[in-house]
């Protein structure tokens, strides 16, 4: 049997390469919730009460719409990995905007076999973390909690810790980890295995984070 969103989406990879805006138009009101998801995790913290989704998502739209010509002759790269890349870099460029001095922490870029991408950081995965395990009430416990999951985070292989941020918090499938680092479906979940069991060492640590996980 044909699963019939894998043809529309063949469809729509066609038209993009094609130079369909109108494709690209229908490619983000599909995909709007998972580039939501990027943006919730990958924003800094500073920044969400000053640009809002909306905002960021109208700015990557305009930054595809200028590269949609390019997409036709790029490597057999996916649509939604295509846009996620355009929306990561508008952040980085956002952040570097926005952020001034602070901009090598806010969007740190590290390069796996040549492949650049921006790096998820201790801290935002941190947030994520306490966000998920805690109420907002106790700010100075939930401050010291923080403090003790970013110590542990940063233990962790950079590699896997993007993996991590890749799988759980932004939900990609494995295979689209593989294409977004440009490694191998095997090799990513290899290290989404470590990076998972590096998490429960590290939740172990914090036990107020340990009852509730």
């Not at 998920?132 to 939930?142: L, V, Y």
């Not at 977004?180 to 998490?199: C, D, F, H, N, P």
Request: glycine share 4%; charged share 25%; proline share 4%.
């Amino acid at each position: 049997m044909t699963d019939d969103s894998s043809v529309g989406m063949d469809d729509l990879e066609s038209r993009l390469r094609g130079g369909d805006t109108q494709a690209l138009a229908e490619l983000f009101s599909r995909e709007r919730e998972r580039l939501w998801r990027v943006i919730h995790f990958r924003l800094a913290e500073p920044l969400r009460g000053r640009l809002g989704p909306d905002d960021i998502l109208q700015e990557a739209f305009l930054a595809a719409s200028q590269r949609l010509k390019h997409y036709a002759n790029s490597p057999a790269t996916s649509p939604f990995i295509w846009l996620r890349m355009i929306l990561n870099q508008t952040l980085i460029d956002l952040h570097r905007q926005h952020l001034g001095a602070q901009k090598r922490d806010a969007a740190r870029e590290v390069s796996l076999d040549g492949v650049p991408y921006s790096q998820a950081t201790s801290a935002s995965v941190a947030i994520q973390l306490i966000g998920q395990f805690t109420s907002p009430s106790g700010a100075a416990a939930r401050a010291d909690m923080l403090s003790l999951v970013q110590t542990a985070i940063e233990q962790m292989d950079p590699i896997d810790r993007e993996v991590l941020a890749l799988r759980h918090f932004e939900e990609l499938t494995n295979s689209e980890v593989a294409e977004t680092l440009g490694i191998e479906q095997k090799a990513a979940s290899i290290r989404y295995v470590r990076a998972l069991r590096r998490l429960k060492e590290i939740l172990a640590q914090v036990p107020d984070l340990a009852k509730q996980a």
